[in-house]
């Protein structure tokens, strides 16, 4: 592990106080080593991976970690905090944080020297030896393993002992097969193994686990299998080639369970195989399980946890074309005037010296873009239901949904219905000779031709005539029911900042932009207007009070004021982390005034963001500034009334008395 951490990756005093700050400060670190090229770039790769499932384990670790193409060789930066970190833990916040950066394209190499870092985690004579450390050199070469290190015993990953073995030896010990994997293949994989397999030294019981990382995974032997008495699954991601697993009982859990009760899930393994109990795995479950998607959890869920992760799924896909298409176009009215958008193809008629053939080619480029937001939505969602072979029927159903003008509600319901479609057939036994061209062309095939017949002749018509009653319901709106939907998408757009309601409201806006009416390009005003004001309020309060902040809350505030100016709602996120109780209330008030006054003033906007930059293009301009920092100010306000309560409470200021730092108040709130 000589390569991938050294002393100036080491912070034994890290002051961060949320895992977002904590990430940053780690990150700086790996920039300042060369070892990334993008610190924001990597960030968001790093906030994508905790926003699947927190990274926070039993025993006060936290691992944030991801693969990302900024990352231009494997690292690991280790901090040590004192007042711990929140990372989404049952037992409490974290004080050793480990963020481990792999290449986009990561080997196979590498992937064991991390998964080796993983398994030694599980070892409290290791964790204990960080929290001693007081050398970042020499913690460095703890984590490198310098030190002798007990190799592994029989039964976990990787060392596969025969059954013959055993009895051989004796009387053989109850067995069981494990199958352990998350998302990036990198930490919770191998860490869950190791644990599952140290929980079976402990109980005398011989756990033998297979890891299925995203690099690959090494099959366990048939013969181990079959010899096996029970099978756990730890997992985040599909178990691949279920069926070798048939017919044996089964514990079926998310990975972090393989982590923090092991033992419990070998005595539940047990449990079921003296009842008898046989799990029912069919021949459909491999051809779901052999993707790269993300299934487990959603199968696991509530119906309505699922839907939403669906309908995120396509929505995250659709909004790179909304960015792109979008400001194109807005770029190209701006240039040219709104009457471009009936130029001549530019492909026939083009001068280089003229502004008019810019705006239009513009114009044109971002119209290609947009036609791509319904098919591309019902594509994804499909995927997200039942992966890449659903892709096909999901990208017909949102094209024809555009034939038979249903929109954006029919790209839905497209997306949906294909994802449906392809899991019934997936779950139809068919003959192993035909298993290989199942999800390249039978599913396809059959999925495209059901999904094509029910959009264009069942639903279709009905969505199309939903849709264009939504339509003629917006530009309808005026007086108290503008100001109540305005209300009611500010909330949404500053609940969450980022998350599941803010993107629900978004993906309302953007999809009306697809045909524009007056009453579409309202609802895009408003929901643009509010999601500024998270950030920019927060970047007013740490200006005007700056007490009542830390002084890395008072740094983020600084940032903040060009995240809030450009429509990232997300640059509020690390003060609602700290004190959400106080923030989020604060911002979502601000956030419906300003919906309500957006939509009051009938201030429009052809742009899916831009934030401040796109103001040429939007209609009443001075106005929706207006209503802008008429929530910001609501928003401020509160905030700092809600934050000097707390600071003047008699147990705050007995607290405050006894460290003298603003720090540690927000670290208590926390």
């Keep these: 592990m000589s390569e991938l951490i050294t002393a100036e990756l080491v912070d034994l005093d890290l002051s961060a106080p949320t895992k977002d700050a904590a990430a940053r400060s780690l990150a700086e670190r790996m920039v300042a080593a060369h070892r990334v090229t993008d610190l924001d770039g990597f960030l968001a790769d790093v906030a994508a991976r905790e926003a699947q499932m927190p990274t926070g384990l039993d025993g006060g670790i936290g691992i944030p970690h991801c693969r990302s193409e900024h990352v231009n060789a494997p690292t ?24 481990i950066a792999a290449p986009a394209g990561a080997d196979d190499d590498h992937l064991t020297i991390l998964s080796g870092l993983a398994r030694r985690l599980m070892d409290p004579e290791f964790t204990a030896a960080l929290r001693a450390g007081t050398d970042p050199a020499a913690v460095a070469a703890l984590i490198r393993g310098e030190e002798p290190v007990e190799e592994p015993a029989p039964g976990a990953e990787g060392t596969e002992p025969e059954p013959e073995a055993a009895e051989a030896a004796g009387s053989a010990p109850f067995r069981i097969v494990a199958v352990t994997s998350c998302p990036t293949g990198i930490a919770h994989t191998y860490m869950a193994a190791e644990s599952l397999a140290a929980a079976g030294r402990a109980e005398g019981v011989e756990v033998t686990v ?44 998310g990975v972090k369970a393989g982590i923090n009760r092991p033992a419990e899930l070998i005595a539940e393994a047990r449990r079921k195989t003296e009842r008898g109990e046989i799990a029912a795995v069919s021949e459909a479950d491999d051809d779901k399980g052999s993707g790269d998607g993300d299934g487990s959890g959603a199968d696991h869920a509530h119906f309505g946890v699922r839907l939403r992760t669906y309908l995120m799924s396509g929505v995250s896909y659709m909004v790179p074309f909304v960015a792109a298409g979008g400001l194109l176009i807005a770029l190209s009215f701006a240039i040219g005037g709104y009457e471009i958008a009936s130029a001549k193809s530019v492909a026939d008629h083009f001068v280089w010296g003229e502004a008019d053939s810019w705006a239009a080619l513009l114009n044109q480029i971002g119209s290609a873009a947009f036609a791509f937001l319904v098919p591309v939505l019902a594509g994804y969602i499909a995927y997200g239901m039942a992966d890449r072979p659903a892709l096909v029927p999901g990208f017909v159903g949102g094209s024809i949904a555009l034939t038979v003008n249903a929109g954006f509600l029919g790209g839905l319901v497209a997306g949906l219905l294909a994802g449906a479609v392809v899991m019934a057939i997936q779950r139809v036994p068919v003959h192993a000779t035909l298993r290989g061209i199942m999800p390249v062309l039978v599913i396809p095939l059959i999925a495209s031709a059901v999904v094509g017949f029910l959009m264009f002749i069942v639903v279709g018509k009905p969505i199309a005539s939903l849709q264009n009653a939504l339509t003629d319901w917006l530009n309808g709106l005026s007086g108290s029911n503008a100001v109540i939907l305005g209300v009611v998408l500010g909330l949404m757009m500053c609940f969450d900042m980022g998350g599941p309601l ?17 009453g579409s390009l309202k609802v895009m005003a408003a929901v643009m207007a509010a999601g500024m004001v998270p950030p920019l309020a927060m970047a007013l309060a740490t200006t005007v ?109 007995a607290e405050a008395g006894a460290t003298g730092s603003d720090d540690s108040r927000v670290t208590v709130a926390a």
């Design 76 to 99: 690991l930066a280790f901090g040590r905090s004192a007042a711990g970190i929140d990372f989404g833990a049952a037992d409490g916040p974290a004080d050793l944080i480990f963020l």
């Design 502 to 518: 803010n993107k629900v409201a978004y993906a309302f806006a953007v999809g009306g932009l697809a045909d524009p009416t007056d």
């Design 210 to 253: 297979e890891t299925q990382g995203s690099g690959g995974f090494k099959k366990l032997n048939p013969a181990v299998i079959a010899a096996a008495d029970a099978v756990i699954w730890a997992h985040d991601v599909e178990v691949r080639e279920k069926t070798r697993f048939r017919g044996k009982p089964l514990v079926d859990v």
């Design 545 to 653: 009070r700056k007490k009542l902040f830390t002084k890395t809350e008072r740094e983020n505030g600084r940032a903040a004021w060009v995240l809030g100016a450009s429509f990232i709602t997300e640059g509020a996120i690390p003060f609602a982390a700290a004190d959400p109780l106080r923030v989020i209330p604060s911002v979502m008030a601000g956030g419906a005034v300003t919906g309500a006054l957006s939509m009051a003033f009938g201030a429009t906007l052809r742009a899916p963001h831009g934030g401040v930059f796109v103001v040429p293009l939007i209609g009443e301009p001075f106005l929706y500034l207006l209503a802008i920092a008429a929530g910001t100010l609501v928003a401020t306000a509160l905030v700092v009334l809600l934050k000097g309560a707390r600071r003047a409470a008699p147990d705050a200021a």
